[in-house]
C-alpha cells in the first residue's frame, strides 16, 4: 500500500460510519427520544412531493395525449395499467359510486409507491455526494427513498385509514358504523359491547400497522443490502489486492438492482391491494 492509500484509509469512514451516515436524514433539528412529532424529515418530504409531481404529471401528459387510434406505447402502457387497477377496484369495492374515487385513489397509490421505490434504485453515493458538495460539507445527511423512512410509511397507511372510517361513516351513517362496533365479532349482546369494542381497535390498528411497517421492511432491508454492495466497492478502491471485490461489486449490484425491480413493483401492488380491500371491507356489514 502507498502513502496516499495508507492516507485515504486512514481518513475513510468504517463500515458502520458510512452505514450510520446514509441512514440519517436531513432533518429540521436534531432528534430527541425515538417519539419526537417536532422533527421533520425534511429530505423525505421533499422526494415524496418531487416524487408525486413527477407521477401526476406523466400521467396528466397520458391523459392529455391519449388518442382514440392506436395508442402510443407509453399511453399503452398507462391504460393497462388503468384497466389493471380499474378491474381490481370492481372485483373489491362493489358500490359503483364510491369506485369513482377509490378506484383512481388506488391509481394514485400504485404510482406514487412505485416511483418513491424506484429511487433506491439510483447509485448510493450519488445524491448525498451532490448534496455534500452543494453544501460544501461532508457532514450533511440526506436520504433519497422516501419509503425507507417509517414516517412516511406510516402517513401512507394512517391516511389509508382516515379513508376507511370516512367511508365506514358514509355508507352505513354512524348509528349503524356505532353498532357495527359495539355488535361485532361476538354479537349484540350488552356485556359483549366492550369486548367487541376492543376487538374492532385492536383490528384497526393492526392493519394500520402492518400496512405501514410492511412497506417499511421491505424497502429498509433494500437501501441496507444496496450499502453493503457499495462498501465492496468502496473496499475495492482502497485495497491494491481487491480486484474480487470489484468484479463482486459490479454483479452484486447488477443482480439485486435487477431483482429490486421485482420488488417495488410488488410492494407498490400490495400496498394498493391492501388499501382496496381495507376500502372494501368498509364497505361491508358484519
Request: charged content about 10%; aromatic content about 10%; hydrophobic content about 55%.
Amino acid at each position: 500500500m502507498t502513502a496516499v492509500e495508507g492516507q485515504a484509509a486512514e481518513h475513510a469512514p468504517t463500515a458502520g460510519e458510512y452505514i450510520v451516515h446514509h441512514l440519517h436524514h436531513l432533518q429540521n433539528k436534531p432528534q430527541h427520544g425515538v417519539v419526537d412529532f417536532s422533527v421533520f424529515n425534511l429530505d423525505s418530504i421533499f422526494w415524496a412531493i418531487l416524487v408525486g409531481v413527477v407521477g401526476c404529471f406523466f400521467l396528466w401528459r397520458a391523459a392529455s395525449k391519449a388518442t382514440s387510434g392506436a395508442p402510443g406505447r407509453f399511453q399503452a402502457a398507462v391504460e393497462v395499467l388503468v384497466e389493471m387497477v380499474d378491474s381490481q377496484a370492481k372485483g373489491i369495492v362493489h358500490n359503483a359510486k364510491s369506485r369513482k374515487l377509490v378506484a383512481p385513489l388506488a391509481l394514485t397509490v400504485f404510482v406514487w409507491i412505485f416511483l418513491l421505490n424506484a429511487m433506491d434504485l439510483l447509485p448510493v453515493d450519488l445524491l448525498p455526494w451532490l448534496w455534500q458538495k452543494a453544501t460544501g460539507s461532508h457532514e450533511s445527511y440526506l436520504r433519497v427513498v422516501p419509503t425507507a423512512d417509517l414516517s412516511v410509511t406510516m402517513g401512507l397507511s394512517v391516511s389509508v385509514l382516515l379513508v376507511c372510517l370516512v367511508y365506514n361513516v358514509k355508507i352505513k351513517g354512524i348509528g349503524g358504523w356505532v353498532h357495527e362496533l359495539l355488535s361485532a365479532p361476538f354479537g349484540a349482546k350488552w356485556y359483549l359491547a366492550p369486548v367487541n369494542l376492543a376487538m374492532q381497535l385492536i383490528e384497526f390498528i393492526a392493519k394500520t400497522v402492518s400496512h405501514g411497517m410492511r412497506l417499511f421492511g421491505n424497502m429498509y432491508a433494500g437501501e441496507l443490502i444496496f450499502m453493503l454492495i457499495a462498501l465492496m466497492g468502496g473496499a475495492w478502491s482502497l485495497s491494491a489486492t481487491g480486484i474480487g471485490l470489484a468484479i463482486g461489486h459490479v454483479i452484486a449490484g447488477s443482480v439485486w438492482a435487477i431483482f429490486h425491480i421485482l420488488i417495488i413493483t410488488l410492494q407498490a401492488f400490495v400496498f394498493m391491494m391492501l388499501t382496496l380491500v381495507y376500502v372494501g371491507q368498509a364497505h361491508d356489514s358484519h
